[in-house]
């Protein structure tokens, strides 16, 4: 971080920025760096700007050429990894993914672990869980693709809600 931003974060937070002892006032400049920019990652190969972050788990392909040029992309085939019950899901995932199928290896990763007869009958889309990321309900018929479940991998919530059969599981969660 530069000086004068660390300077003006640390008054943001009521501090002085006090280097060897000396306390510096600095007036507020604004940061020599813009800021980066979030590369957004799709299944298809595409250039990443210079000034951008990448999320972690994307393929990436450098040049060697001294073009300086990346490209990247998410993996074909990519593990999701949630936490769910006493365990945490691990499930491999493809573009066309559907969440229905989530749901469904959620259902039977929890029998698995806790022994709860549940219901995951994926044909009929009718599971005890349901996946939530970012406050929203992903709709079950979509893809891993149509809702960028790559993108919000890390903030995946999986919620009970009634069975086909008519039972819930929601002590097992």
């Given at each position: 971080?530069?000086?004068?931003?660390?300077?003006?974060?640390?008054?943001?937070?009521?501090y002085t920025l006090d280097?060897?002892?000396?306390?510096?006032?600095?007036?507020?400049?604004?940061?020599a760096f813009p800021a980066l920019e979030?590369?957004?990652?799709?299944?298809?190969?595409?250039?990443?700007?210079?000034?951008?972050?990448?999320?972690?788990?994307?393929?990436?392909?450098?040049?060697?050429?001294?073009?300086?040029?990346?490209?990247?992309?998410?993996?074909?085939?990519?593990?999701?990894?949630?936490?769910?019950?006493?365990?945490?899901?691990?499930?491999?995932?493809?573009?066309?993914?559907?969440?229905?199928?989530?749901?469904?290896?959620?259902?039977?990763?929890?029998?698995?672990?806790?022994?709860?007869?549940?219901?995951?009958?994926?044909?009929?889309?009718?599971?005890?869980?349901?996946?939530?990321?970012?406050?929203?309900?992903?709709?079950?018929?979509?893809?891993?693709?149509?809702?960028?479940?790559?993108?919000?991998?890390?903030?995946?919530?999986?919620?009970?809600?009634?069975?086909?059969?008519?039972?819930?599981?929601?002590?097992?969660?």
């Amino acid at each position: 971080m530069c000086l004068p931003c660390a300077a003006r974060q640390a008054r943001a937070f009521g501090y002085t920025l006090d280097i060897f002892g000396l306390i510096l006032v600095l007036p507020d400049y604004s940061c020599a760096f813009p800021a980066l920019e979030q590369f957004r990652a799709s299944y298809e190969w595409q250039e990443v700007p210079l000034a951008a972050t990448v999320p972690a788990g994307l393929e990436i392909r450098l040049s060697l050429d001294g073009s300086h040029k990346r490209v990247a992309r998410i993996p074909p085939t990519w593990r999701l990894m949630a936490p769910l019950g006493q365990g945490i899901l691990r499930f491999d995932v493809t573009a066309s993914t559907r969440i229905q199928e989530v749901e469904a290896a959620a259902a039977a990763h929890v029998q698995r672990i806790s022994g709860v007869a549940v219901v995951a009958d994926s044909s009929s889309a009718s599971t005890c869980f349901m996946v939530w990321a970012h406050g929203e309900r992903l709709r079950a018929d979509f893809t891993a693709e149509q809702v960028r479940l790559f993108e919000r991998q890390r903030r995946i919530e999986f919620r009970p809600r009634p069975c086909a059969g008519g039972g819930e599981i929601g002590a097992a969660i």
